[in-house]
């Protein structure tokens, strides 16, 4: 495939790429390109946030290029300061290991094994010397350091900064310098990182390491990145129900974002699809990569079951309309009811329900910017908002 076909494969859900010109031209040299991500063992389970730089390497393997899997369990015991206000507890060695041990066997549910060159970090930072280190130190500055905004802001604020704390870009960068790396892939929260990895090749009189960063994946509270930590993850261990489901509760808005980045489909394919069967093959999709094909059936029908085949109202889009003072105004004016009398007979009948209980009285009020979900009969369901 031509450098520029492989580019618009590789740009899908990308931020920034540092840069176009010089991935092309990699790309365009003919030779497989060393492409890295590191990942830092420091919880045991993989979830749909870290899956995104994931399957960005898939897709550089699927083009032909060697995908390098770093296991960081030599940086992992000092932890990435990225986005943290204080100093972070460090991790023991055997706690690092176990969790490496988990990240090999869940990393293949996305990667090809016979594709993955998978490192660890210790292998060259373990055995360098003092003079080693502090060879490394002569290449950054302190001043270059505060100037990332997480140092900074914990500099103006009077929070301590540890010496070691200032190793860890140092150390990101200088994985990228051992394995000759083309392409380095990460969030656009390891932007300072990504960038030294290019300063230190350079120092080191190698060709700069492209720099590809993804957005971090928005986490089911619909608010801040998706962490474990956070209580806003989804694990791709969990339960093919649990996936399903929780995939389920996120937002329409957010649903397009977890499309671009988790799944391959095509999203303007997607977009004419009614909002809950697009979330529904969402979570099809995301379920089956995890599991089986017939997981992901069953988890639908689990959900379906449980959830929409009770509720009529599920698949209903929330429409608005000018607000009225009763029900019955309502009603009539959207010809639902052909009269007041049709109202009032309906209600004596118990045929009208807002909000699953029944109205009984004739003059039932109604409240300004509150769903309502009204049933009228046995086959009319309306959900609706009214605006003042």
């Known amino acids: 495939m031509d450098a520029k076909k492989q580019l ?18 990699k790309l365009g040299k003919g030779r497989p390109l060393v492409v ?179 957005p971090l994946l928005i986490g089911l509270d619909g608010q801040q990145k998706m962490s474990k930590s956070f209580g806003n993850h989804i694990g791709i261990n969990e339960k093919p ?13 957010l649903m397009f974002q977890y499309y671009e980045l988790l799944t391959d489909e095509n999203l303007d394919e997607v977009k004419k699809l009614h909002p809950m069967e697009a979330k529904k093959k969402l979570a099809y999709t995301i379920v089956k990569q995890y599991h089986r094909a017939d997981s992901a059936k069953t988890a639908c029908a689990d959900f379906e079951n449980k959830f929409q085949k009770r509720d009529p109202f599920t698949e209903l889009k929330l429409e608005t309309r000018p607000f009225k003072a009763t029900l019955c105004d309502f009603l009539v004016s959207d010809k ?13 009948q118990g045929a009208i329900e807002v909000n699953g209980a029944k109205v009984k009285g004739h003059e039932f009020k109604l409240e300004p910017d509150r769903e309502c979900r009204i049933r009228v009969g046995k086959k009319r369901f309306l959900k609706v908002a009214f605006k003042p």
């Open 36 to 214: 890295k991500a590191g990942f830092d063992p420091s919880a045991p389970d993989i979830h749909l946030g870290h899956t995104v730089l994931l399957r960005k390497m898939r897709h550089f393997q699927d083009l032909g290029h060697k995908v390098v899997f770093l296991i960081g369990d030599f940086t992992g015991m000092i932890g990435d300061p990225t986005g943290r206000s204080e100093i972070r507890k460090r991790l023991a060695e055997k706690e690092v290991k176990e969790n490496a041990k988990t990240y090999k066997n869940q990393v293949f549910k996305i990667l090809d094994p016979k594709k993955t060159q998978v490192v660890f970090n210790s292998k060259w930072l373990r055995s360098m010397n003092l003079k080693d280190t502090l060879e490394l130190t002569s290449h950054s500055t302190v001043s270059q350091l505060l100037a990332r905004a997480d140092f900074n802001e914990r500099y103006k604020s009077g929070k301590d900064i540890s010496l070691l704390e200032f190793m860890y870009p140092l150390l990101q960068a200088y994985d990228s310098v051992y394995l000759k790396a083309d392409v380095e892939l990460g969030g656009t929260d390891q932007k300072f990182n990504l960038l030294l990895g290019r300063e230190l090749q350079k120092d080191y009189v190698q060709e700069q390491q492209v720099v590809i960063m993804m």
């Open 336 to 348: 639902i009811c052909s009269s007041r009398s049709d109202y009032r007979r309906l209600v004596e």
């Open 241 to 253: 129900e649990e996936i399903f489901g929780k995939l389920m509760s996120i937002s329409d808005e």
């Open 8 to 25: 618009d494969i590789i740009r899908r859900g990308t931020v920034e790429v540092i840069s176009e010109n010089g991935l092309l031209a």
